[in-house]
């Protein structure tokens, strides 16, 4: 079902970690080599899940219960990978994306009480098939995590306002890097834990180097020829 010719990489982590800045660093060294890639986020990425990703951030379905927010997530993740991802990793793209199924486990799975069982029918229904093929998980005590969090917002004027799960206690943030940990224990061949505390060169450079023999065949043969 799935298709073989593109690329599939998530990244994931607690708030702070630098997923955004990781992701563009990829990105932008990814296409000097000629490589064709997408970015894409979640929740959103395709015009139906930006719609209930306001739903969501902006704590409007918070007072459904948890429950009713997995199930939005669920849904906005399945028009996202039916309307774009799917079809960009047909045409051969390296895709990109800004959390995925992890973020689900871990914010309404773990730190959400959900049940297990219906995290995982609620994944099936999702992903319909489209597996990441690399996860890079980036780690850093929530603390330091909460703290560049702040400072970014206070930096954007607009967004000075927590979201709905920025809010949430240090001892959940917490609970959250532990989730994303076990994951990786779980999954050592998809998932791939990047120290996020040092220098974003240095970490972009180890992520590289992770994505980098995956890449799909056209795009080595760029990179036989291409500079950077
Ligand atoms: P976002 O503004 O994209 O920030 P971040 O830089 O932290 O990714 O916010 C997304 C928020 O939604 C984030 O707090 C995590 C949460 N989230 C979930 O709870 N479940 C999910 O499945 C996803 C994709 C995100």
Redesign the pocket.
Known sequence: MRSKQGLFVTFEGG?GTG??TQIRLLADRLRRKGVDILVT???GGSPGAEAVRHV??SGAAEQFGTRMEAVL?AAARNDHVEEIIRPALASGAVVLC???LD??RV??GVTGNLEPSFIQNLERVAINGVMPDCTIILDLPAAEGLRRAKSRAQAEAQTAEP?R??KEELDTHEKRREAFLDIADQEPLRCRVVDASGAPEMIAEKIFSIVEPLLPIHSSRVKETGSA
């Open positions: 708030e997923k955004s986020r979640e929740p969501l951030l997530f800004d959390r995925f973020s689900t914010y309404q979201d799960f920025e």
